[in-house]
Nanobody, 127 residues
Framework: QVQLVESGGSLVQAGGSLRLSCAAS????????MGWFRQAPGKEREFVAT????????YYADSMKGRFTISRDNAKNTVYLQMNSLEPEDTAVYYC????????????????????WGQGTQVTVSS
């Protein structure tokens, strides 16, 4: 089991930046692939980014490439999402997610591949 707690969500103007953090409990953090998803009002939850266990590989949704950066610190059991050049369309609740122990070389990009979720943090981008 792992518990995830997100922080860092806020109200920001378009063009601004935010850094989200997700702290994980337990001693198995480094065995898990970590991901970020988001859900805007009236929309389905969508994939944002994912990072491998060792941080050697990352993958992003097309609309986030070049603007968002996912990173992790296994010593701190924390994963981050740096968001730059924010747009009003980025307004959503952002969720951190963790896999079980992950053995595949490919990175998961669908919500059903992540059994563990945080409670979410609100990001609002004003125009």
């Amino acid at each position: 089991q792992v518990q995830l707690v997100e922080s860092g969500g806020s109200l920001v103007q378009a063009g601004g930046s935010l850094r989200l953090s997700c702290a994980a409990s337990g001693r198995t953090f480094s065995s898990r692939v970590m991901g970020w998803f988001r859900q805007a009002p009236g929309k389905e939850r969508e994939f944002v980014a994912t990072i491998s266990r060792s941080a050697s590989s990352t993958y992003y949704a097309d609309s986030m490439k070049g603007r968002f950066t996912i990173s992790r610190d296994n010593a701190k059991n924390t994963v981050y999402l740096q968001m730059n050049s924010l747009e009003p369309e980025d307004t959503a609740v952002y969720y951190c997610a963790a896999t079980g122990t992950w053995y595949s070389a490919s990175l998961p990009t669908t919500a059903n591949q992540y059994p563990y979720w945080g409670q979410g943090t609100q990001v609002t981008v004003s125009s």
